[in-house]
Nanobody, 117 residues
Framework: QVRLVESGGGLVQPGGSLRLSCAAS????????MGWYRQAPGKQRELVAT???????NYADSVKGRFTISRDNAKKTVYLQMNSLKPEDTAVYYC???????????WGQGTQVTVSS
């Protein structure tokens, strides 16, 4: 059974930082493209960042230069370091695991990030 478990969300003031973690189990992590998505109230879920099995990264324009995605294959964990947070970053953040060669796609349960003074 595949599980993606996010942690690290919370309430932070504008300009602050948070680090999200997603621990994976039940899948071959080393060949899985990992990503972070977010969904704000009343909006569609959107891509935040992805990191390939080879370490290539991709970011939404809105977070470039502020967020950094990374992965630790030994720990089967993907991270999202979020700096210079803005109120518009407020959303539920979801971890995603995708294995294109197997046609598999998995989601975590989400973690709330609230940026407010």
């Amino acid at each position: 059974q595949v599980r993606l478990v996010e942690s690290g969300g919370g309430l932070v003031q504008p300009g602050g930082s948070l680090r999200l973690s997603c621990a994976a189990s039940g899948l071959i992590f080393s060949i899985t493209v990992m990503g972070w998505y977010r969904q704000a109230p009343g909006k569609q879920r959107e891509l935040v960042a992805t990191i390939s099995d080879g370490g290539s990264t991709n970011y939404a324009d809105s977070v470039k230069g502020r967020f950094t995605i990374s992965r630790d294959n030994a720990k089967k964990t993907v991270y999202l370091q979020m700096n210079s947070l803005k109120p518009e970053d407020t959303a539920v953040y979801y971890c995603n695991g995708n294995v294109p060669r197997l046609g598999s796609n998995y989601w975590g349960q989400g973690t709330q990030v609230t940026v407010s003074s």
